[in-house]
DNA sequence: ACCATAACGGTACTCCCGTCCCCTTAACGT
DNA sequence: ACGTTAAGGGGACGGGAGTACCGTTATGGT
């Protein structure tokens, strides 16, 4: 009895409509990934396309699982400002480059009414939060930081401007834009924006609650 | 001669139209929105709905348009903390709406494949980071904030982190995180992160500048 | 080496989105 | 009020995306 083959040919045949569906994305856009033209870019029956992914959005999705499995380890030059200046330029790095851009743009679009896509981002980003947190953390730890600071919070608060730019204002964040957001991510949190208490964190100041 | 006639049934299939969809989009997602549905939720003609709109992103960049007209003016308490709260917790409450919130998931959605949907996003921005501004000029003249301050460069940072939330995490804010992004903002901006000069604005801390 | 079968690939088919055609309705100028 | 003609509505049509069917290939266990 056998149960599955993800071996040899399987493996060959996602890693080919993988390649063809990231050139497509890549050269149209999302708006004209065509399933079938992914199958004949391939070299690939039209009808595996259809069965194995279905639809463009799950192809997508399939392509960003595929790229998050090759992560890149964070810095740790024990700065804070280097630090979050580092994850920064990497995000803006990941969202100008002309292959990952347009899938994260696809990605995003997607996880807005698939499931599937919005479960992947999600996923995805989980895993990169997690990864920078204890910059963050070690920075509370050396004195940097106010006790209390939601590592995961700071590290967002740096992605987010870059993320409104791209989808919002329609541009595609350079690396100016990348330490612009780095530095206000820090600034607010030596100030003490990011300490969750269970009430309100309005208070700026007085901050004296250790875990 | 007659040119052009607006008035009359035109405008009334438009409202129609425009209300099904609306009603289609907070109850189905954007995805499900078909505009054969639209035409016989609006009780109208299936060909008037593709001859005036044709796709569905159309559909939905013709509802900001309307959606638009009908802005809220901006506070002018005169006091930084309490404007941007105000704004953070507009931008808030509008993510948050039955209606409104699906609507601008679909709308940033689209405008990353659809350059009408894409226009009708900046110029509504535009003109809601416009009327806002002021309230940060104000602070800068006040002396609250540094001189050289970039005013839409604060409100932008006060509606970064909502937008990602709704988009990146898939978490509909709430008034909290309004007004933890609201306090963020006015931190950073107190630490003149926003302060746009000819180099970079990183006088704040210690810094090397990189050849 | 051999077999059972997972997975691929070609083709025919279906169904529905979007368009076309043409008649009907009702704005707007006079 | 009346005529001209934008604009809307119904229905038929075409095309292409997605599916079903079934034969073919080659994987992985024995």
Redo the contacts with the bound molecule.
Sequence with gaps: ??????????A???ADVLRAAGDLLAEQGFAQL???EV?RRA??????????W???IALVTDLLIDMAEQSLPRSRTGDLDQDLRANARLVQRTLADPRQGPLFKAIIAGATWDEGAATALRTFYRTRVGEWSPCVAEAVERGELPAGTDPAAVIQAVSAPLYYDLLITGRVPDEPAADRAANAAALAARAGAFVDLAGHAVETSDIERPA
């Design positions: 009895m056998v149960a599955s083959r993800p071996g040899g040919r399987t060959r045949v996602r065509d399933l079938g199958a070299e690939v029956g039209r009808t595996t396309v259809y069965r194995r279905g639809t463009a």
